[in-house]
T-cell receptor, first 108, second 114 residues
Framework: NAGVTQTPKFQVLKTGQSMTLQCAQDMNHNSMYWYRQDPGMGLRLIYYSASEGTTDKGEVPNGYNVSRLNKREFSLRLESAAPSQTSVYFC???????FGPGTRLTVL | KQEVTQIPAALSVPEGENLVLNCSFTDSAIYNLQWFRQDPGKGLTSLLLIQSSQREQTSGRLNASLDKSSGRSTLYIAASQPGDSATYLCAVPSRRNQGGKLIFGQGTELSVKP
């Protein structure tokens, strides 16, 4: 029982490159969330999915897209990475805020 | 718009001291309030969740209180230990019945010295 897994753990991109962050859960929760954490800004919600087949914007969605592939998986895509997207990205599930270990992304 | 503030940003105490971390929020119409712990380079772990109808919750050496009318919550840590060193964050749902859409404070970084 891994709870919430995120891949990759670390990633370095060049400006303009694209990538997808993966999140998977084995806790059978309907809702899944993507946050980013930045020094001095705290955690901010990027996108969320209340249930399979639905997604909605959070506080800071610009530059990101998401896919709720099935009940287990929720991915976050950066189509054209920018240095401002350098951050730590966390996936969370459920209404109690069960968090994954994070992906540390650097955009050069 | 709900805003959550935590003061101080950092706190250093000697081992064994009792301490209080503060969290304030601007909109008192909250559904619940959670306290999380984050170790360096790690994800967040939920410590305590207080429902809006509750005044406090306890887990071991941790006690969280909630005063909705004043827009404040405190996390009390008794007999602090070096293992308590971490960043502590509080969070509230952005709207009622949207428990997972959380608004976070910026956290208090706690260091407990042996």
């Amino acid at each position: 029982n891994a709870g919430v897994t995120q891949t990759p753990k670390f990633q370095v991109l060049k400006t303009g490159q694209s990538m997808t962050l993966q999140c998977a859960q084995d806790m059978n929760h309907n809702s899944m969330y993507w946050y980013r954490q930045d020094p001095g800004m705290g955690l901010r919600l990027i996108y969320y999915s209340a249930s399979e087949g639905t997604t909605d914007k959070g506080e800071v969605p610009n530059g990101y897209n998401v896919s709720r592939l099935n009940k287990r998986e929720f991915s976050l895509r950066l189509e054209s990475a920018a240095p401002s997207q350098t951050s730590v990205y966390f996936c969370a599930i459920g209404t109690r805020g069960f968090f994954g270990p994070g992906t540390r992304l650097t955009v050069l | 718009k709900q805003e959550v503030t935590q003061i101080p940003a950092a706190l250093s105490v000697p081992e064994g001291e009792n301490l209080v971390l503060n969290c304030s929020f601007t909109d008192s119409a909250i559904y619940n309030l959670q306290w999380f712990r984050q170790d360096p380079g790690k994800g967040l772990t939920s410590l305590l969740l207080i429902q809006s109808s509750q005044r406090e919750q306890t887990s071991g050496r941790l006690n969280a209180s909630l005063d909705k009318s004043s827009g404040r919550s405190t996390l009390y840590i008794a007999a602090s230990q070096p293992g308590d060193s971490a960043t502590y964050l509080c969070a509230v749902p952005s709207r009622r019945n949207q428990g997972g859409k959380l608004i976070f404070g910026q956290g208090t970084e706690l260091s407990v010295k042996p």
